[in-house]
């Protein structure tokens, strides 16, 4: 009988420079995706309560100020304390410093990139992770290539055109299940993707979780990727 995380911490410290001028009064994670009404960690923090999670850690850095605000305000379905770096710790040390006031330091946990929209199960993510006895879990997506792709036959002759194929490699979805030894694992200050998930990944107690086909992803980083959210929402909710 698997334990499901009910905490988890969201990296929502990001400057977000080519979201502007969406992040010149706010961080990226509260950038409203059209048509919802809504900021991006609003819609994750409704995912994580949906999957369990009672309590969850909010990194804070660029106009931290907006979101303890909003957050404050909202009425949100989960726990929420708010930590800001006092000074830049990177992505490694980030995480640390958030995952200090998680309160159960001996219990799994998820954590997220504040710029992430996606649905999927993380409770089967946390089955994945426990069955192979992990110490990290990575989701892993599969985005579309934003170009259109050309086929060639071996003569050099062109035999298709395909608009937007998914990318043949899988990457990081920024989406994670940590064992509660993660934590000692991770830089006080500096990139973990750099030090602790290699190390991880020499030992095979790095898993990669790959998102279930037809399972929505993106990452909001620029103004088109809020473009064709609203537009995909707008396909899903349509009649």
């Not at 708010?82 to 006031?101: D, F, H, I, Q, S």
């Not at 992990?134 to 395909?162: C, K, N, Q």
């Not at 990081?172 to 993660?182: H, I, L, R």
């Amino acid at each position: 009988m698997h334990t499901y995380p009910t905490q988890a911490v969201i990296l929502a410290g990001g400057q977000g420079t080519r979201l502007r001028p969406y992040t010149d009064d706010r961080p990226k994670p509260m950038v409203e995706i059209p048509g919802t009404g809504t900021p991006i960690i609003g819609h994750q923090l409704s995912w994580l309560a949906a999957e369990g999670v009672t309590d969850a850690v909010v990194s804070c850095g660029h106009l931290a100020e907006v979101l303890q605000e909003w957050l404050a305000s909202a009425d949100l379905p989960l726990n929420v304390t708010t930590v800001v770096e006092t000074e830049p710790l990177g992505r490694g040390g980030g995480l640390k410093y958030a995952a200090a006031r998680l309160p159960e330091p001996d219990q799994p946990w998820y954590a997220s990139n504040g710029d992430i929209w996606t649905r999927f199960s993380l409770r089967e993510m946390a089955a994945f992770h426990a069955e192979r006895d992990a110490i990290a879990t990575l989701a892993l997506a599969r985005p579309r290539i934003p170009w259109g792709a050309v086929e060639t036959d071996a003569f050099g002759h062109i035999t298709d055109f395909i608009e937007s194929p998914p990318s043949p490699y899988l990457i990081n979805a920024g989406v994670y299940v940590f064992s509660p030894t993660f934590t000692t694992l991770l830089p006080e200050r500096g990139d973990h993707e750099r030090t602790t998930f290699p190390g991880l990944a020499r030992e095979r107690r790095l898993a990669g979780y790959p998102l279930p086909h037809g399972a929505y992803w993106r990452a909001i980083d620029t103004a088109k990727d809020l473009t064709e959210a609203a537009k995909e929402l707008g396909a899903h909710t349509g009649p």
